[in-house]
Nanobody, 116 residues
Framework: VQLQASGGGLVQPGGSLRLSCVTS????????IGWFRQAPGKEREGVAC?????????YYTDSVKGRFTISRDNAKNTVYLQLNSLKPEDTAVYYC?????????WGPGTQVTVSS
């Protein structure tokens, strides 16, 4: 299994980023996929998820509703997270994984830092 997140960086408050996560080694189409994040000293939390390709429903944690958008491209086994109106409290390492039955392996994630 590979879960390769990318697209993070340093951005000012109010800025935007687009994260990508290329996956392999499992049947991507079949599973709901989630984005998770872990800030320093905090537990990993779920940020957003998108259901399997059958219906593409999306779900967001309250703190990111209206600012983040999750999408998927099944042809590329890739999930995306558009981050808008970023806040300092969004600073974290972001990971993708299966939404409801995560693999033990999380990959390196991608660092998002929101700071002026």
């Amino acid at each position: 299994v590979q879960l390769q997140a990318s697209g993070g960086g340093l951005v000012q408050p109010g800025g935007s980023l687009r994260l990508s996560c290329v996956t392999s080694g499992f049947n991507f189409d079949y599973y709901a996929i989630g984005w998770f994040r872990q800030a320093p000293g905090k537990e990993r939390e779920g940020v957003a998820c998108i259901s399997s390709s059958a219906d593409d429903n999306t779900y967001y944690t309250d703190s990111v509703k209206g600012r983040f958008t999750i999408s998927r491209d099944n042809a590329k086994n890739t999930v995306y997270l558009q981050l808008n109106s970023l806040k300092p409290e969004d600073t974290a390492v972001y990971y993708c994984n299966r939404a409801y039955v995560p693999f033990d392996f999380w990959g390196p994630g991608t660092q998002v830092t929101v700071s002026s």
